[in-house]
């Protein structure tokens, strides 16, 4: 009876309060008798009821809003991946996702669906999210910029960095000359409009500059250190020139402004003395936690909200306050990245996107429908580029900097990104810019970030030397060259082990390089050294231990499939060794059919399968990953199956086909070097027939005698797999192996599969 007794009870309680509720239910109704109740009839069937109910809550502003950001998000995403898929970054691709789902394309050719999803109604919501958004961007902006290296160094930039500046400021001011008549609306004055101009051709993206900065390894270079300290300078100095126009323009004249700059300037000198203090205080307090305690949390989200409130109030816009919040930060990095990645998230995949779309719902490139209006449009770019390109060009080239490093510096500073997206709002917002100016000027931001690219590799393929082609030491290239490639730390040091077992008597005929590939946004640029020494630390040790030289390459990167098989393929190695990855629905359906990695979802694999060029339902016995650096680099490829590897002492090659002969070459380096003990098998006994393949065992038996064993009819069993240490197996056999889902997979040690050269 025990067991049933929770059953009992269950069901009497559900009875008993059912029978209450009804019985309250009937004795109201008794009550209606004495109040005006209208009971509502219609006539219309229960479909049109249903319809008509369906219709409304589609266009409650709650559902409007919510189906607004799923389409935002997802098309900011697709556009986003396709301009890093052509070395561009990712926020070309939200800014152009904007202008597609504003009036330029969707709405000129969707007009009704523009209308469903984006009704002017609802407008107001979708601005007022994204200017949140942007407040979290500002803040992760004012946060990530490193002000004790922008101490240290801007003796150095502070000339290129104001010249940066005020060069294509004045040049904006006399453009505005020229195009105020025509462009300028109604009551503007010349000083609000040219001003506006000014500072828009003055602005540099500093989150852009600086993950190109990452991307091409320009971080530890005297040239990387003197972009990102201009930038860090630029963008300070420009911020705080905005929030003096933003005084003028809502005051009308400077005179009339003096009073909003000088509460400004007190609001700086408040946070700068007194709150950046007592901030520092409460982040010291936080040292060596790896998490930040929720009321922490609290107290640094109220100084941003209370900064951006002040600065709002003030006249000089709230984002000046949020990145001024984020610049007086504890400057503990440790911290900074815990905070910044609590709200990153958020601001940059969530909130962001919202603002392109917003702002490409301004942008109506349609208006421009006359020749002359974009000869305008190219002037504007023109100037720009002048301005902001040439201007630093020439005074690094002035300062005593090679042209390359000039062109370089002056490519970089003229990134404007979604700085300039901002800056231009601010503008329509207040009125100053019409809506043709603003396309125009939202034209030329989207040219001058586009172009930072290609002009890089413009300027390299000119200033490249012939070293850069060729080794200049010809020794170089008769060593046998292994690169090792790892995600973390560990497995780094079990590569680098597993290279030294293939060439750890080769003395000076050998090079081996360890590289480690970030993520560009998995990092920021104040932390980017101390994440790649956290990285390399095992690496280094290791090498120590082994009395081994390794060399270090370090690259944060948006495509890491793709660098890594460049430089694989462009660097004349002999041998790339690699982990093999995990995949987070590796082995499920969804994986299978939506092509998910570790990435989330992988693009490229649907691209792949519309075309014909790949299976969505094959059961890869490798991850997407690793099926990406088989299929495209040009060199041998060893892939570990890590299962506790420590050594190569005891090796097992089985060889299921004359395609796997290429093998032993590789436990022929092992006995070399490692004298490792290799036992050979012959699993259709394809060895005792061809006699090449005998006089090959044979000579690696006369250079190593008992180091090599070969079987022809043993049976494998699992005490013998897990005696080994090492199994070398081709990529094809271990296809095999998944295939017939062998019991070898369980109980066969470290296995290193290695594609055909």
């Known amino acids: 009876m025990g067991k049933y007794k929770n059953l009992i009870f269950y069901i009497s309680t559900i009875i008993i309060f059912s029978g209450l509720m009804y019985w309250f239910m009937m004795e109201g109704k008794t009550l209606e008798i004495k109040e005006n109740i209208v009971v509502k009839t219609n006539n219309s069937s229960t479909w049109s009821n249903f319809v008509e109910s369906f219709q409304t809550n589609l266009h409650h502003p709650l559902a409007l809003l919510l189906a607004q950001i799923v389409t935002i998000i997802l098309v900011a995403r697709l556009f986003g991946w396709i301009c890093i898929k052509i070395k561009q970054p990712s926020v070309i691709g939200e800014m152009i996702a904007g202008i597609v789902l504003g009036p330029s394309l969707v709405g000129m050719y969707f007009p009704e669906f523009s209308a469903f999803l984006f009704p002017k109604e609802s407008l107001g919501n979708l601005q007022f999210l994204s200017q949140i958004g942007l407040i979290l961007f500002m803040y992760i902006v004012g946060m990530e910029l490193d002000l004790s290296v922008l101490r240290k160094k801007a003796h150095d930039a502070v000339v290129i960095s104001h010249a940066s500046i005020i060069i294509p400021f004045a040049l904006g001011i006399g453009l505005s000359y020229f195009i105020y008549q025509e462009f300028s609306p109604d009551g503007v004055q010349f000083t609000s409009f040219a001003l506006f101009i000014a500072i828009a051709m003055s602005i540099t993206a500093f989150p852009v500059l600086a993950r190109i900065v990452q991307e091409r390894n320009l971080q530890k270079t005297k040239l990387g250190t003197i972009v990102i300290t201009c930038a860090a300078a630029d963008d300070i100095t420009a911020w705080c020139i905005l929030a003096a126009v933003i005084a003028i323009v809502k005051a ?46 609290a107290i640094f989200f109220l100084t941003l909200i209370l900064s951006a409130y002040v600065t709002e109030v003030i006249g000089i816009h709230a984002l000046f306050g949020a990145f001024m ?131 890089l590799d413009l300027i390299n393929y000119f200033f490249k030397s012939e ?18 490639s790892f995600d973390y730390p560990e497995a780094g040091s079990k590569l680098l082990r597993l290279a030294n077992y293939f060439t750890s008597k080769m003395n000076g005929n050998r090079n081996i390089t360890a590289m480690n590939i970030a993520r560009v946004d998995e990092m920021h640029t104040y932390e980017i050294d101390d994440y790649e020494e956290e990285q390399f630390k095992n690496v280094i040790e290791t090498s120590q231990e082994l009395e081994v030289e390794v060399n270090t390459l370090f690259k944060a990167s948006t495509d890491i499939e793709s660098d890594l098989t460049n430089i694989s393929n462009k660097g004349n190695y002999d041998l790339l060794l690699i982990m093999l990855g995990k995949s987070m629905y590796e082995g499920s359906i969804l994986g299978r059919l939506l092509g998910f990695t570790t990435k989330i979802i992988n693009p490229e694999k649907l691209l792949k399968t519309v075309k014909g060029k790949s299976n969505i339902f094959n059961n890869s016995p490798f991850d997407d990953f690793t099926l990406q650096i088989l299929d495209k680099t040009n060199i041998p490829v060893g892939v570990l199956v890590e299962k506790d590897f420590l ?70 069993e699992k005490e013998f797999l897990q005696s080994q240490d090492l199994m070398l197996i081709s990529k094809k056999s271990w296809r095999e192996l998944i295939d017939t889902k062998s019991l070898w997979l369980s109980d066969a040690p470290s296995s290193l599969i290695i594609s055909a050269p």
């Open 252 to 297: 009308g004249s400077f005179t009339s402004s003096v009073y909003v700059i000088l509460m400004a300037i007190a609001y700086v000198f408040l946070m700068i003395k007194i709150v950046r203090p007592f901030l520092k205080r409460i982040g010291d307090l936080q040292k060596g936690k790896n998490t930040i305690d929720k009321p922490m949390v």
């Open 647 to 716: 050594s190569a002492d005891k090796v097992f090659v089985p060889i299921f086909s004359l395609n796997d002969f290429y093998l032993l070459e590789y436990a022929k380096r092992l006995i070399n070097n490692n004298n490792s003990q290799v036992i050979i098998l012959d699993i259709v006994g394809l060895i005792k027939r061809n006699t090449e393949i005998r006089e090959l065992i044979r000579s690696i038996e006369q250079v190593a005698p008992n180091h090599i064993t070969m079987y022809s009819d043993k049976k494998i």
């Open 467 to 484: 070293k850069d082609n060729e080794f200049s030491d010809s020794e170089q290239l008769s060593k046998y060259r292994v690169l090792l």
């Open 325 to 455: 919040a984020g610049a007086i930060m504890p400057e503990n990095t440790k911290f900074r990245t815990l905070f910044i990645d609590k709200v990153e998230d958020v601001a940059l995949v969530l909130l962001l996107p919202l603002f392109f779309v917003f702002t490409g719902l301004r942008t109506q490139i349609g208006l421009l429908n006359e020749g002359h209006l974009w000869i305008t449009a190219g002037g504007i770019i023109l100037v720009a580029v002048v301005g902001k390109f040439a201007g630093s060009a020439l005074t690094a080239k002035f300062l005593g900097i090679n042209w390359k490093d000039s062109l370089t510096i002056g490519a970089l500073m003229n990134t404007r990104g979604l700085m300039e997206l901002i800056v231009l709002n601010i503008g329509y917002d207040l009125g100053v810019l019409s809506p043709e100016i603003f396309a125009m000027m939202v034209i030329m931001a989207l040219v001058t970030t586009l172009m930072t690219g290609p002009a």
